[in-house]
T-cell receptor
Framework: QKEVEQNSGPLSVPEGAIASLNCTYS??????FFWYRQYSGKSPELIMF????GDKEDGRFTAQLNKASQYVSLLIRDSQPSDSATYLC???????????FGTGTRLQVFP | EADIYQTPRYLVIGTGKKITLECSQT?????MYWYQQDPGMELHLIHY???????EKGDLSSESTVSRIRTEHFPLTLESARPSHTSQYLC???????????FGDGTRLSIL
């Protein structure tokens, strides 16, 4: 089992819809959770981070964390074609000085 | 806005050359990282550093080496480049492991 798992996609949603991206992690003691967006040929850029159970909202983005079920999700409301990218989930395991990245989910938003 | 810089952005060079990829950050971050990523593939951590004079190997074995003589600078060196080293190399930094990592723009390396 991979430490951080994501469905590779592609996830295709129409413009204006809600895109829901999911990520599960194996180490129950993981403490910090991050979502990055990566356009093709570019470097990852941070979208959101979350540390506590529940929801965290920033504009059209909402991160949801459920530590009991060991998953973290990212909701994108009013999806735009410019949101088409690969979304990387990253987790800090306990006693680790590095992030564990998932393989990413490719999102396609079509007009 | 994260201030982390990588040079060069693109490098095409012949086999056997010695290469140094530069990475600098102006945020005073202790933690710095090098990742390797092929097109459409996942990120692989190849080196990281806790701070000055600290270097650690990452999860993916790499023939490259790194040094950390100054907080702001974390160069990566390939002593003798080979075509198998062709990839994108991404540098990142963070203030601690529970804070986000900020990435540079990357160096796209092609070895002929």
């Amino acid at each position: 089992q991979k430490e951080v798992e994501q469905n590779s996609g592609p996830l295709s949603v129409p413009e204006g819809a809600i895109a829901s991206l999911n990520c599960t992690y194996s180490d129950r003691g993981s403490q910090s959770f991050f979502w990055y967006r990566q356009y093709s040929g570019k470097s990852p850029e941070l979208i959101m981070f979350i540390y506590s159970n529940g929801d965290k909202e920033d504009g059209r983005f909402t991160a949801q964390l459920n530590k009991a079920s060991q998953y973290v999700s990212l909701l994108i409301r009013d999806s735009q074609p410019s949101d088409s990218a690969t979304y990387l989930c990253a987790v800090t395991p306990p006693a680790a000085d590095k992030l564990i990245f998932g393989t990413g989910t490719r999102l396609q938003v079509f007009p | 806005e994260a201030d982390i810089y990588q040079t060069p952005r693109y490098l095409v060079i012949g086999t056997g050359k010695k290469i140094t990829l530069e990475c600098s950050q102006t945020m005073g971050h202790d933690k710095m990282y090098w990742y390797q990523q092929d097109p459409g593939m996942e990120l692989h951590l190849i080196h990281y550093s806790y701070g000055v004079n600290s270097t650690e190997k990452g999860d993916l074995s790499s023939e490259s080496t790194v040094s950390r003589i100054r907080t702001e600078h974390f160069p990566l060196t390939l002593e003798s480049a080979r075509p198998s080293h062709t990839s994108q190399y991404l540098c990142a930094s963070s203030s601690n492991s529970n804070q986000p990592q900020h990435f540079g723009d990357g160096t796209r390396l092609s070895i002929l």
